[in-house]
Every structure is written in C-alpha cells, then in structure tokens.
C-alpha cells in the first residue's frame, strides 16, 4: 500500500515511516526539508500522486495562539485539498488527548481547528487523540530552565512511548475509516513534575524543579483533564521501561565521552 506520512522527519513521523516499512509499505515521506512545504502546497500534488492514504504527524508553532492556528488551518486545508485531487481514500490525524477540555492554550487551540477542518473535509478521516510522550516532562522542564531551576505545572498526565503510538498510526492508515478513534495512552497515570525529577536523574542530569501553575498550563489543565477518556486503547510500554532505556542511553554517552 502506497502511504504519504505528513512531518516524516519528526519525531513521530520518522516512527512512523518506519512501522509502515516494516510492515511492507511503499511510504512517501512529506516534510519541507524534502521539498514538500505545507503551509504554501508546493510540492504535494506530486508527492501524493497513487496514494491511497495519508498520516498527518505534522508539528508547529505553540506559543501563539493566532499563529498556531494560523499555521495549522493553513496546512491542513492544503493538504485536504491535494488528497483529494488525488484520489486519497483515508486521513489519518494524530491529535491530542483532552484538547476539548482546555481553553486558554495556543498548541490546544490550533489543534482543535485542525481536528475540526479534517471532521468537515472531503477525505474519509480518523483522528489518533493520544496521551502526552514519555518525554513531555523533560521537555517542558526544558522550556523554563536556566542555571538549573526549572519551572514545571503538577500535572496528572498517562503517557505513552511515541513509537506505541507510530505503530496504532500504521495500523489505522492501512484499515478503514474510523472517525474520531478512541484514546491512546500509556499504563498508568504519572505526576508530570515526578516524571521530570526521574528523567533528569536518568539522563545524569542535576536540575531543581519548582511546581507551578503557569502560562500555557493553567489550573483548567489540573486534576484527570488530561487523563484518556473511557474506552481508551493502553499501549504496552510503561514510563518505567522508557526511563531504563535513557539510563542505558546516559551510560552509553558516559563512555563515549571517556574514551580517548
């Protein structure tokens, strides 16, 4: 089966490519950086050429919510337009798990514009909400650090391993239309500035983390908000799992700085 990945050289996306692969799928790869630009549509009609589906792992901007939205309706509505010049049978939408209980966050919104246009677009459609990956909490952390303090919201999330979520993704691309799917989330629930104190220890790292309430993470995202809903499809890999594979990565990179 032909198979178009949107955002093949993120994260997700590059997952993706590869479980398709794996799986005996022809799969084209869409990113800018291949010459496939989304937010103009240079490119698509000649990349979606023959192909029967397309998953939108794309990414973008998340501090302004104008431009956010902006940038996602702008992309999506182009690439709706160009699969169904082309004939494309299935879009497949990775989203966001609770994106329709929060207000006040920009990626969020942008995100709901995107759902929405695919809801009410030409192409038969599923939409993937999943949990937040294993590597949020660093990340966020990220965002706020400096000399080693970093600003991080108590939020109760479920993560999931972002290739768990690649392989539901290739599995759904091949199948038929589902709709709005159910949730996808990892085992069990985790405290997100818990999450960040044991990544940062894996990783060999010291930083101090101060909880906080926060612009982009306010209270409305408090509680069992982010948490899947009932029904939810649990992906196998636990945040434990993930963890003892960035120890055995810090390790690695340990020795590798070592070695004369």
Known sequence: MRI??????????????????????QVVR??????????TGDGLDGALAG????????????ADRDEAVAYFGTATRNLLAAEERAGVRHHVLLSIAGIHRVEGN??????????RLVAEGPV???????????????????WTERDGVAAVAPLLVQPVAPADV?????????????????????P?????????????????????LVPTWSA?????????????????????????????????????ADRAGGAV
């Open 188 to 208: 069990e629930p985790q405290d997100l500035v818990d999450m960040a104190r044991r990544t940062h220890e894996a990783r060999g790292r010291a930083v101090r």
């Open 106 to 115: 920009p990626h969020y919104a942008a995100k709901r514009e995107q759902e």
């Open 166 to 186: 690649a392989d539901v993704l290739a599995e759904i691309a091949t199948g038929e239309p589902h709709g709005r799917y159910p949730d996808v989330a990892g």
């Open 51 to 62: 192909v029967e589906a397309v998953v939108d792992a794309t990414n973008g901007p998340a």
């Open 124 to 142: 038969p459609w599923t939409i993937v909400p999943a949990t937040q990956f294993h590597d949020f909490a660093a990340m966020v952390a990220g």
């Open 4 to 25: 178009a990945v949107a955002g093949a050289t993120g994260n997700i996306g590059a997952l993706t490519v590869s479980a398709l692969e794996r799986d005996g799928h």
């Open 30 to 39: 869409v990113s800018r950086s291949l010459g496939v630009d989304l937010s």
């Open 216 to 252: 982009g993470f306010g209270t409305s995202m408090a509680g069992d908000v982010l948490l899947p809903g009932p029904g939810a499809r649990i992906a196998p890999t636990t945040f434990d799992e993930w963890l003892a594979d960035q120890r055995r990565l810090s390790g690695r």
